[in-house]
C-alpha cells in the first residue's frame, strides 16, 4: 500500500515538475522559517531565568542604547506607582570596580531586584572540587 502510494506520488511530481517544484520549494522555506523563528524565540525567552519573579524586571532603552539620564529612575519610582524597585548598571569594555570601606561599589537595589542564589551557586563551586 505505501510502496504503491510513493510510485504514484514520485510519477506524478516528474509528470507536473514545475508546480512540484514551486510547492516543495515553498514548504521547505515555510518549515526554514518556523525552526529559525522558534529558535530566536526560544533563545530571547532564556535570558534572566535566574533571577526570581523574572517576568516583572524591566530594562529602559532609550532610543537605540539602553543609556538613561542618571535622575529618570528616581523620577520614575516617583511618578508610577508600578516601579516598585529599581537599578542600574554599567556596561563598558574596561570597568574599574574601586572599594569604599570594604564593600565594591554598587548601587543600593541590586540585590534586592535580583536576590542571587548564594547558597546553591556555593554548594555547585564545592561540587566541583
Given at each position: 500500500?505505501?510502496?504503491?502510494?510513493?510510485?504514484?506520488?514520485?510519477k506524478n511530481i516528474l509528470r507536473n515538475k514545475v508546480p512540484s517544484v514551486i510547492s516543495i520549494l515553498g514548504l521547505g522555506i515555510g518549515?526554514?522559517?518556523?525552526?529559525?523563528?522558534?529558535?530566536?524565540?526560544?533563545?530571547?525567552?532564556?535570558f534572566d531565568t535566574f533571577?526570581?519573579?523574572?517576568?516583572?524586571?524591566?530594562?529602559i532603552i532609550f532610543g537605540n542604547s539602553s543609556q538613561t539620564q542618571y535622575p529618570l529612575v528616581e523620577t520614575?519610582?516617583?511618578?508610577?506607582?508600578?516601579?516598585?524597585?529599581?537599578?542600574?548598571?554599567?556596561?563598558a569594555g574596561?570597568?574599574?570596580?574601586?572599594?569604599?570601606?570594604?564593600?565594591?561599589?554598587?548601587?543600593?537595589?541590586?540585590?534586592q531586584v535580583i536576590?542571587?542564589?548564594?547558597?546553591a551557586k556555593l554548594q555547585s563551586l564545592k561540587n566541583r572540587q
Open positions: 500500500m505505501i510502496y504503491s502510494d510513493l510510485k504514484s506520488a514520485i518549515l526554514g522559517c518556523i525552526i529559525v523563528l522558534s529558535a530566536l524565540i526560544i533563545h530571547e525567552k532564556s533571577i526570581p519573579e523574572y517576568k516583572n524586571v524591566y530594562r520614575m519610582a516617583g511618578e508610577f506607582p508600578e516601579v516598585q524597585d529599581f537599578f542600574r548598571y554599567c556596561q574596561s570597568v574599574q570596580i574601586r572599594k569604599a570601606r570594604d564593600e565594591i561599589v554598587r548601587d543600593r537595589n541590586l540585590f536576590r542571587p542564589d548564594l547558597r
